[in-house]
């Protein structure tokens, strides 16, 4: 399914990617659907706690406090399974290494974390990217 409503699926391969003096490469989705961006926003949703009361403050009460939690490390690790399609990661022996969750964290932290700022990176240029540039998608004048 491709149109100007949906995502084309492309893949973008980083290959400046670095670990402990080994180089190697991702392959990662050009940008997410709206359906993968929900799961990674929700990946980590813990609950919401206190507050709540529909009963109104007494004078002097402070508000009760709403707590929402959240589980940083389960949506760093949804986000990065969302978005890697492939590397060059092997073993010992020269098999790549299947992308997965029980590979990834098998990982070493630091080949996890190249992975990530990997990613991070992407996504902050697709941001920049999708800017409204100078002179494109400026309002129409209308003339009286």
């Given at each position: 399914m491709s149109?100007?409503?949906?995502?084309?699926?492309?893949?973008v391969r980083l290959d400046d990617l670095e670990w402990n003096g080994n180089?190697?490469?991702?392959?990662v989705k050009k940008d997410l659907t709206e359906?993968?961006?929900?799961?990674?926003m929700t990946a980590g949703w813990k609950g919401v706690s206190g507050g709540g009361s529909n009963q109104p403050n007494r004078i002097g009460e402070s508000a009760p406090q709403t707590e929402?939690?959240?589980d940083w490390a389960a949506q760093s690790l949804a986000r990065t399974l969302?978005?890697?399609?492939?590397?060059?990661?092997?073993?010992d022996k020269g098999n790549k290494l299947k992308p997965g969750r029980d590979t990834i964290e098998?990982?070493?932290p630091g080949v996890f974390?190249?992975?990530?700022?990997?990613i991070n990176k992407h996504v902050e240029a697709r941001e920049q990217e999708k800017k409204v540039t100078p002179g494109k998608n400026r309002p129409k004048a209308i003339s009286a």
């Open positions: 149109s100007k409503w949906t995502v084309t699926p492309e893949t180089a190697f490469w991702i392959e359906g993968e961006r929900r799961r990674v929402i939690t959240i969302v978005y890697l399609v492939d590397w060059s990661l092997a073993d098998a990982l070493h974390e190249a992975i990530e700022a990997g």
